[in-house]
């Protein structure tokens, strides 16, 4: 058997992608509930308020807040042994600055860790997921501001504290690399420049995100030793985009072209957080990027090497490649571009289907850090048919899904075999949830089906596809089963 006794299979969400719930229970609104629904070709709009005519998507979403203990229970019948989510920070402090904690969002997250508890299941929450305070982003511009830390550091404290036995596993920041990307600004870092509205192509000030990357670091950092002071226990990732690079040719400038893209990329700030200091080429990359080195105070860079993390998370879907030749280099229609690998196929939405590019991936990654490694994102977004049965009952058929998935778990079982640390896997969005990127419901990862459209409209009611009843025995066997 490959994959180790006790690994972590499991599915994973974010709150302002499940929950919905976004005006209820005292919660303020989040950068999330600022964007309208969008597709593919047809971008999200990021609005200041809410303008009649357009649609918030991120409102309802799956509705997860009024239907956790359903929700909870068919994850236990998959047999799940952890479940990623996040804490909707404006759920605890609405506007990000309150000195005192919501009781109506702290009570909860209580009542779901003790559903989640009662069906066997750890959470993994991540502190932070693309959800800050729009009050944080309206008043200091997000990140860009160095107070985001102290106020980011009173969440934590509060959460940690609360929660100390109820969660063992934490994630300071969700895809924290995002902020190397125009697309980073809004999603990850708060930063809202003027004039941006469309939200694939935001205003950008390359100065301001390396700055509040290195406000996110010293966050993370400081929240790392925090959490060990409240819980010895508990274990602390980080969280990268992971985003696959293959040199398109093997012309050698490619190669170095493909380097210093996965350096730039992937490792500026994966290295960071596992190894505690700014690496060698960060120099290169700024002066690349025509920036100064971010602004730090004394103290920052003991803080930085005190706060490193217990292991290393990502997110992988598909790969790219890089090519040095300008007729190449944007050919693939991903939202993370690069050239089009002429070896894969896409999903519908241009991502590149690439299994055995997660075994390279998980290689690379453990043969640069040597510490456990978690695949906490990966699956496939696809159009799923909501058929009846001759009995009426709903079904969906989704043999691509399982074959996607199935794939990747092979992939992941070789990594094992090659000697790589994997501590778990889960599958994103294993409930139908809206796309971060496009704003659609149409765009489905789950193992349930959630009976909602891209306006929100359906009963909500949850069916279990084809893929339900195969994930189900992948974990009953260990990863052994995967027919
Ligand atoms: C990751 C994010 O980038 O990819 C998730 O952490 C996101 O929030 C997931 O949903 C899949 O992307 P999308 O755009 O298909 O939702």
Redesign the pocket.
Known sequence: MSFPQGFLWGG?T?A??FEGGWNEGGKGPSGADMMTNGTHTNPRLITTTWEDGLYYPNHVASDFYHHHTEDIALMGEMGFKVFRMSINWTRIFPTGEETEPNEEGLAFYDTVFDELHAQGIEPLVTIS??ELPFALTQKYNGWADRRLIDLYLRYCETIFTRYRDKVTYWLTF??IN?GMMQLGNFMGLGILNEGTRDFTNQVDDPQLRIQGLHHQFVASARAVQLGHRINPNFKIGC?I?YMTFYPLTCNPADIVACQQQMDELNNYCADVQVRGAYPYYAERVWKRWGVDAPQMEPGDKDELARGTVDFYSF?Y?QSNCVSTDPAQAQSSGN?IGGAKNPYLKASD?G?QIDPDGLRYTLNEIYGRYQIPVMVV?N?L?AFDTLERADDGAPVIHDPYRIDYLRQHIKAMEAAVEDGVDLMGYTM??CID??????G?MG?R?GFVYVDADDRSQGSFERYRKDSFYWYQQVIATNGENLA
Do not use: D, F
Not at 433 to 438: E, I, P, Q, R, Y
């Open positions: 994973a974010a302002n992608q997921h693309y969700n895809e995002c969280m985009a997110s879907y939202l939405w991502w994102e699956g977004g994103w969005g949830l809206v796309s971060a990127s496009t659609e765009k990862y």
